[in-house]
């Protein structure tokens, strides 16, 4: 059981190293952010189609009530990515990401709605903690300020990822992780089409490769290996853990990017993070 535990997690936190590469590339990526969100997913969609024809995982839906909640996490997900690169863009990889991360007290708070899960007290006092560590990220409050823009667009994407793994937790009982996540890249890829046409991609080809990186490693690798934790952990628990990647973000963007988070951010994300801590010892030991 020990061992079986110790295999899960280290799966997650694999998957949670993937995605943290999203911070310092969706900065990075200099192309109109539907045009990347569209590159990305439709590029996953192959991947993910591939692998899926080839370890001959079913991709027929198996009943046409499950079309709604499949066809609106995509759509949740795409907005998501969408607001939380608009996040980046508009303040740097520390705060986007670090804001971001309120989405497993959204989580927290949404779950019990959608899935038999009791609620637990300690997600309220987990809350507070993260509520006072975005206070602390906030430069001053003034609706102008950019880093203020990134952190209210952050805290919307938050919202849209926690519905969009709520939602993923009811399909993932009848549907592998990868065709979860192969028919949202579908969705996402559908709705973005227009932005290929309206927006100006004249540079996709030099920023093509670093695309390439954000599709397959960061999102069919990374996102496909999430939904598959979700089988051996709640939503709420596999979301705290996951909230490492604002630490891996941060390290990866200092490294790459050259940005080097403030006081009030490291203090902000410290108190944020250290709710991963406690849920990670809570979840373990659930699990002896």
Same mark, same amino acid.
């Given at each position: 059981?020990?061992?079986?535990?110790?295999?899960?997690?280290?799966?997650?936190?694999?998957?949670?190293?993937?995605?943290?590469?999203?911070?310092?590339?969706?900065?990075?990526?200099?192309? @109109?952010?539907?045009?990347?969100?569209?590159?990305?997913?439709?590029? &996953?969609?192959?991947?993910?189609?591939?692998?899926?024809?080839?370890?001959? $995982?079913?991709?027929?839906?198996?009943?046409?009530?499950?079309?709604?909640?499949?066809?609106?996490?995509?759509?949740?997900?795409?907005?998501?990515?969408?607001?939380?690169?608009?996040?980046?863009?508009?303040?740097?990889?520390?705060?986007?990401?670090?804001?971001?991360?309120?989405?497993?007290?959204?989580?927290?708070?949404?779950?019990?709605?959608?899935?038999?899960?009791?609620?637990? @007290?300690?997600?309220?006092?987990?809350?507070?903690?993260?509520?006072?560590?975005?206070?602390?990220?906030?430069?001053?409050?003034?609706?102008?300020?950019?880093?203020?823009?990134?952190?209210?667009?952050?805290?919307?994407?938050?919202?849209?990822?926690?519905?969009?793994? $709520?939602?993923?937790?009811?399909? %993932?009982?009848?549907?592998?992780?990868?065709?979860?996540?192969?028919?949202?890249?579908?969705?996402?890829?559908?709705?973005?089409? @227009?932005?290929?046409?309206?927006?100006?991609?004249?540079?996709?080809?030099?920023?093509?490769?670093?695309?390439?990186?954000? &599709? %397959?490693?960061?999102?069919? %690798?990374?996102?496909?290996?999430?939904?598959?934790?979700?089988?051996?952990?709640?939503?709420?628990?596999?979301? $705290?853990?996951?909230?490492?990647?604002?630490?891996?973000?941060?390290?990866? &963007?200092?490294?790459?990017?050259?940005?080097?988070?403030?006081?009030?951010?490291?203090?902000?994300?410290?108190?944020?993070?250290?709710?991963?801590? $406690?849920?990670?010892?809570?979840?373990?030991?659930?699990?002896?």
């Amino acid at each position: 059981m020990r061992n079986n535990h110790f295999n899960h997690l280290l799966q997650l936190l694999l998957a949670t190293l993937f995605i943290s590469t999203s911070g310092a590339l969706g900065k990075f990526i200099d192309l @109109p952010i539907p045009i990347t969100i569209w590159c990305r997913s439709a590029i &996953a969609l192959l991947l993910l189609y591939a692998f899926c024809r080839y370890k001959n $995982i079913s991709l027929t839906i198996r009943s046409k009530r499950d079309l709604v909640p499949g066809i609106i996490s995509g759509l949740l997900l795409c907005t998501h990515w969408i607001t939380y690169f608009y996040a980046l863009k508009l303040s740097n990889v520390a705060i986007g990401m670090l804001s971001l991360f309120v989405y497993p007290i959204f989580t927290a708070l949404l779950e019990p709605l959608f899935i038999r899960t009791k609620f637990d @007290p300690i997600y309220i006092v987990l809350g507070f903690m993260v509520l006072f560590g975005i206070y602390l990220l906030a430069p001053e409050f003034d609706i102008e300020n950019a880093h203020v823009k990134g952190i209210l667009f952050g805290l919307f994407s938050s919202l849209c990822y926690a519905l969009r793994n $709520i939602l993923s937790k009811k399909l %993932v009982t009848h549907y592998s992780g990868s065709s979860i996540m192969l028919f949202q890249m579908f969705v996402i890829s559908i709705v973005l089409v @227009p932005s290929m046409f309206v927006m100006d991609g004249s540079n996709l080809s030099t920023q093509f490769p670093y695309v390439i990186f954000l &599709a %397959v490693l960061t999102t069919a %690798v990374g996102h496909t290996m999430l939904i598959y934790s979700l089988r051996h952990f709640t939503v709420s628990t596999a979301s $705290i853990i996951n909230s490492m990647q604002p630490i891996l973000g941060i390290v990866i &963007a200092f490294i790459f990017l050259g940005e080097i988070p403030t006081w009030n951010t490291f203090f902000g994300g410290l108190i944020i993070l250290s709710t991963v801590v $406690i849920e990670s010892l809570r979840s373990q030991s659930k699990s002896a």
